[in-house]
């Protein structure tokens, strides 16, 4: 069974600084997606980035960037120029392309981002 | 609709009584999960449908917990005789496509609170 790791429960940024919040994963497939999700109060999941486990080129999203490293199973998110809307939960997640319930999302314990002015 | 849309978005339940929890996908999406997220934790699959069919219960905890999607669409969890330990967010996502290779789309939930 796949699981996901975030070993920072929190972390704290100065607005305008970057940070990188950390996520392993393990799989025994070779195929898979792996994605951020940001959870503010609201609770609402928000997708902030996505990546497909064939491509080597790392997904960016504006402020957003990933450093995947396939072989050392390991996905972390760099934020850019921190904004206090960036505060929130920060969840790390994987999605297997093969099993019955295709789609499924298995999710990190979260990372807790707090943005000073 | 526009988005994923849960109610209610709180509910305080005495043990021992049954709630419901409701969960509206956007329009057309195929595929419906339901998730429960227990304070400070990610969230834990529970069960999937696709289209009517519950395709995965393999995550819900005990036979107290149903969940239905009967004409495709609106989706409803049951909790029955509700336990403290069963308090927590229960979020209700939806994706387009039966081949799941899309954007998951999630509601805001519904927090449910066991006395």
């Known amino acids: 069974a796949q699981t996901v790791t975030q070993s920072q429960p929190e972390m704290s940024v100065q607005e305008a600084e970057t940070v990188t919040l950390s996520c392993t994963y393990d799989t025994s497939e070779s195929d898979y997606y792996l994605f951020w999700y940001k959870q503010p109060p609201s609770r609402q999941m928000i997708l902030v980035i996505r990546q497909e486990a064939y491509k080597q080129q790392n997904a960016t999203e504006n402020r957003f960037s990933v450093n995947f490293q396939k072989a050392a199973k390991s996905f972390s998110l760099k934020i850019s120029d921190s904004q206090l809307g960036d505060a929130a939960m920060y969840f790390c997640a994987y999605r297997s392309l093969y099993g019955g319930s295709q789609g499924n999302l298995i999710f990190g314990k979260g990372t807790k981002l707090s943005v000073k002015p | 609709g526009a988005g994923v849309s849960q109610s209610p978005r709180y509910k305080v339940a005495k043990r021992g009584q049954d709630v419901a929890l409701r969960c509206d996908p956007i329009s057309g999406h195929v595929s419906l999960f339901w998730y429960q997220q227990a304070l400070g934790q990610g969230p834990e699959f529970l069960t999937y449908?696709?289209?009517?069919?519950?395709?995965?219960k393999s995550g819900l905890p005990s036979d107290r917990f149903f969940a239905e999607r009967p004409e495709g669409s609106v989706s409803t969890l049951k909790i029955q005789r509700t336990q403290q330990e069963d308090s927590a967010v229960y979020l209700c996502?939806?994706?387009?496509?039966?081949?799941?290779?899309?954007?998951?789309?999630f509601g805001e939930g519904s927090r449910l609170t066991v006395l």
């Open positions: 996502a939806s994706i387009l496509s039966s081949r799941n290779t899309g954007e998951l789309f």
């Open positions: 449908f696709q289209n009517e069919a519950q395709l995965d």
